[in-house]
């Protein structure tokens, strides 16, 4: 067999009980996600606002890398990576190392040389650019993004990684030479941002946001709507106009003059600037134009809170007590339950590793499908903790699979679907669910 077969039994998976009568109220630490994702051994808490990221969450986590990697392409942004400690000099200049208060990590070297631990990294990207600036006119616009680490002692770091105090973001920075040219990137962005949003496949919005501390002139926040979401979100009944309540000073909607309105909580999930000349200014990252005048860069700034991204979809799509992720994020897609040993259908065992080699075969599924071969376990203990855990497809190798024609139980967790498919029926199934699950508009996305 070309694959290395994936067994549950070999997984770094430490499961953890949360009490049922565990406080999950708004004020307490827990939320849903993070509950489901320690009791299920997705993540661990090290400390206050700060994870470690165990196997499956990795593997989610590299998933959603993939999308944003292949999304960011099209835009031509090239992938880059940042110290996580910035110069404090620079944060000096752009006026934030006093503005932005208690929520920055400062520290000093053994030269007692003030540096940060960047909590974004628009001086640091600005610095980079002020370091080979003037830049041609015929190298713009630039594009530069990063995953990486960022770092904010928050004052409530609550839920667990909804906020954490140690994040992962992606943030991209462009850079234009005139205004209305950093406004048409903002545009192209947001469309990609758009479709990085419809290939993870959760409900979201997109409304009109506040610039904050971070200046510039135009703004959108992405969310999804939980009740747990700590932003508020007014969207216009006539119109479906969002925008957070931070930025709503009218009593009617600026898109169609409404008067209904209606409030929803919101997860901030992404977040887009045109920051203008805010960092380019007084950091000096400047361009020299076609008339040999040197100005300052346009730039724009454009977050995902990868991390985050994560914990928001399961809250916003699991019940109470089991995992449901978007497909698109699933650690692996299918868990593959074999015989109890000792059972009359041990016999149908080697079935399971004739169907994962079959099933890998199929693109979309290769390399993220989990063989549960913990024998002594009951099927019936292992087909509740596999849903527990989230993999949106289990199949069994049951009773059935021991008939001439051998049948699968195929369980479609989010549908709540169950049917017995003989292997030729098994793979035409998941062939389908791959297109779909890949759906059109995740297709036109990836493609366009
Ligand atoms: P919030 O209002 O939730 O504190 P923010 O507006 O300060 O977030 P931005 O500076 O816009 O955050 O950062 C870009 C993105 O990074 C956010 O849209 C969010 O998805 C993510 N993010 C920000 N703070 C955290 C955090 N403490 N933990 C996890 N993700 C975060
Ligand atoms: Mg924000």
Redesign the pocket.
């Known amino acids: 067999m070309p694959w290395k077969i994936q067994k549950l039994s070999g997984l770094f998976q430490p499961l953890k009980v949360i009490p049922k009568n565990a406080n999950l109220k708004p004020d307490n630490l827990l939320s849903n996600s993070q509950k489901l994702m320690v009791e299920n051994g997705i993540v661990r808490l090290s400390g206050n606002g700060m994870f470690q990221i165990l196997p499956l969450g990795v593997r989610a986590l590299d998933k959603l890398t993939k999308i944003v990697d292949k999304l960011m392409a099209q835009v031509n942004a090239q992938k880059i990576l940042l110290p996580t400690m910035t110069d404090a000099q620079l944060w000096i200049k752009s006026g934030r190392w006093h503005t932005a208060g208690a929520e920055l990590y400062k520290l000093k070297d053994r030269h007692n040389k003030d540096y940060l631990l960047s909590p ?1 990294h628009e001086e640091a990207i600005a610095g980079l650019i002020a370091s080979i600036s003037p830049v041609s006119h015929h190298k713009l616009p630039i594009r530069l993004y990063q995953i990486s680490s960022k770092f ?1 002692d ?1 004052k409530k ?1 609550r839920f667990g ?4 105090r140690e ?1 992962l ?1 992606k943030d991209l920075y462009t850079f234009d030479q005139s205004l209305s040219a950093a406004e048409n990137t903002y545009a192209e962005v947001c469309q990609t941002y758009d479709k990085i949003f419809d290939v993870i496949g959760v409900p979201y919005v997109k409304v009109a946001a506040d610039n ?1 501390i971070m200046g510039g002139s135009l703004s959108h ?1 992405y969310h999804f709507l939980a009740n747990i979401g ?2 508020l979100l007014m969207f216009c009944d006539t119109c479906n106009y969002g925008a957070n309540k931070e930025t709503f000073k009218e009593e009617t909607c600026p898109s169609c003059k409404g008067r209904k309105m209606t409030e929803r909580n919101g997860i ?4 887009t600037f045109v920051l203008g000349s805010r960092y380019s200014e007084p950091l000096e990252a400047t361009f020299k134009g076609i008339d040999g005048k040197t100005t300052p860069l346009q730039m724009g700034s454009y ?3 990868m ?2 991204i994560l914990a928001a979809a399961i809250e916003t799509l699991s019940p109470y007590d089991e995992i449901r992720w978007p497909i698109s994020l699933a650690p692996y897609t299918v868990c593959i339950i074999t015989p109890k040993e000792g059972s009359k259908e041990e016999s149908a065992s080697q079935l399971a590793y004739k169907l994962y080699s079959e099933l890998n075969c199929i693109n979309s599924l290769c390399g993220d499908i989990i063989v549960d071969d913990r024998g002594s376990m009951t099927i019936g203990k292992r087909v509740l903790e596999a849903r527990k855990s989230g993999y949106p497809f289990v199949i069994v190798i049951g009773r059935k699979s021991v008939f001439a024609d051998p049948l699968f139980e195929i369980i479609n967790v989010s549908k709540s679907e169950q049917l017995d498919l003989n292997l030729k029926e098994v793979l035409e199934y998941f062939r389908e669910v791959s297109s779909e699950g890949s759906g059109t508009k995740q297709k036109e996305a990836l493609s366009s």
Do not use: A, C, I, K
């Open positions: 974004t904010r928050e770091s990684m909804l906020r954490g994040f973001m904050g926040e700590e932003d901030e999930v992404g977040h977050g995902l809170g991390t985050r």
